[in-house]
């Protein structure tokens, strides 16, 4: 295949589906997918439920320091970076982010709606 049949292919990619956002079955992941946007999502869940204790002490450490945060935080700083970091390279952890994103994806391909849309009408009760 050309580098321009190439190009032409994955410029169509993404076109297709209920509302011409891409085939909502679609498995596969774009290179930014991989880089950027799974690696966000995994930061965001290791956050909220995997590290949420050292992500506490922090900012508890931080609120009362100040600009001094910077010396004074650093064991706290360091707990909140191993734990993260210990997630970040966890492949079943990998696993499940990227199963979650693209369940995530292929919602909105179906719905033309993102999540965080369908949240709002959820609550809004329509």
């Known amino acids: 295949m050309s580098e321009q049949e190439e190009k032409n292919e994955n410029?169509?990619?993404?076109?297709?589906?209920?509302h011409g956002l891409g085939d909502p079955d679609d498995t596969s992941l774009r290179?930014?997918?991989v880089e950027v946007v799974i690696p966000k999502k995994m930061r965001e869940i290791a956050r909220a439920e995997k590290c949420s204790e050292e992500v506490e002490a922090f900012t508890k450490c931080c609120q009362g320091s100040s600009y001094a945060m910077v010396l004074s935080c650093r064991k706290e700083n360091t707990a909140l970076w191993d734990c993260l970091g210990k997630w970040y390279n966890n492949e079943e952890f990998r696993e499940r982010c990227t199963k979650e994103y693209l369940e995530e994806r292929s919602e909105y391909r179906r719905s033309g709606l993102t999540k965080k849309q369908r949240k709002r009408i959820a609550l809004a009760g329509f």
């Open 11 to 18: 410029a169509f990619r993404n076109t297709g589906g209920p």
């Open 31 to 33: 290179r930014v997918e």
